[in-house]
C-alpha cells in the first residue's frame, strides 16, 4: 500500500490518495510523503481521499499525527474523504485532537462533498513524481 499524489494545477489542490490496506506505517509512510511534498512546493489546499481502504490503523497512530505538526500548511483547506465508517470515526478523532492545529481540516464522505467544499469544477489532477 503506497500513498499516490496528484495536483490539480489549475486549482491548485494536492491530492494523496490512500487504497487497499492502510496499516500504521502506510499512513505515516503518506504523512512523510505530503510533509516531504510542501518542503519543496508552494503551499496548497488538500485532499486525503481514503479509496477502497480496509483500514488497519491503530489509535495511538492517529493520536500521535494529532498531536504532531500538520503535514498541510496552516491556512490552506484540507479536506478528508472518508467513504468508510471506520475510518470517518478515526478522521473525527483525528479532527477532534488536532483542531487547535489543524482548523481548516473538513471530512467528508465523497469526492463531490469535497470539491463542493473547494468551490471547484471538474478538477484536472495530473501525477506528482515521487518526492
Request: hydrophobic residues 40%; aromatic residues 12%; proline residues 7%.
Given at each position: 500500500?503506497?500513498?499516490?499524489?496528484d495536483f490539480?494545477?489549475?486549482?491548485?489542490?494536492?491530492?494523496?490518495?490512500?487504497?487497499?490496506?492502510?496499516t500504521d506505517?502506510?499512513?505515516l509512510?503518506c504523512?512523510?510523503?505530503?510533509?516531504?511534498?510542501?518542503?519543496t512546493?508552494?503551499?496548497?489546499r488538500?485532499?486525503?481521499?481514503?479509496?477502497?481502504t480496509?483500514?488497519?490503523?491503530?489509535s495511538?497512530v492517529?493520536?500521535?499525527l494529532?498531536?504532531a505538526?500538520s503535514?498541510?500548511?496552516?491556512?490552506?483547506m484540507?479536506?478528508?474523504v472518508t467513504?468508510t465508517?471506520?475510518?470517518?470515526?478515526?478522521a473525527r478523532?483525528?479532527?477532534?485532537?488536532?483542531?487547535?492545529?489543524?482548523?481548516?481540516?473538513?471530512?467528508?464522505?465523497?469526492?463531490?462533498?469535497?470539491y463542493?467544499?473547494?468551490q471547484?469544477?471538474?478538477?484536472e489532477?495530473?501525477?506528482v513524481?515521487?518526492?
Open positions: 500500500m503506497g500513498c499516490a499524489l490539480d494545477t489549475r486549482n491548485g489542490i494536492l491530492r494523496a490518495t490512500l487504497e487497499g490496506l492502510v506505517e502506510s499512513l509512510e504523512y512523510a510523503c505530503v510533509t516531504n511534498y510542501f518542503a512546493h508552494p503551499p496548497c488538500g485532499i486525503l481521499f481514503f479509496s477502497n480496509k483500514f488497519e490503523v491503530s495511538n492517529v493520536k500521535r494529532a498531536s505538526a503535514a498541510f500548511p496552516t491556512g490552506f484540507r479536506v478528508f467513504p465508517d471506520v475510518v470517518y470515526g478515526m478523532m483525528f479532527q477532534m485532537l488536532g483542531e487547535k492545529t489543524r482548523p481548516d481540516l473538513h471530512i467528508v464522505r465523497t469526492l463531490e462533498e469535497a463542493g467544499l473547494l471547484v469544477e471538474s478538477p489532477f495530473g501525477p513524481p515521487e518526492v
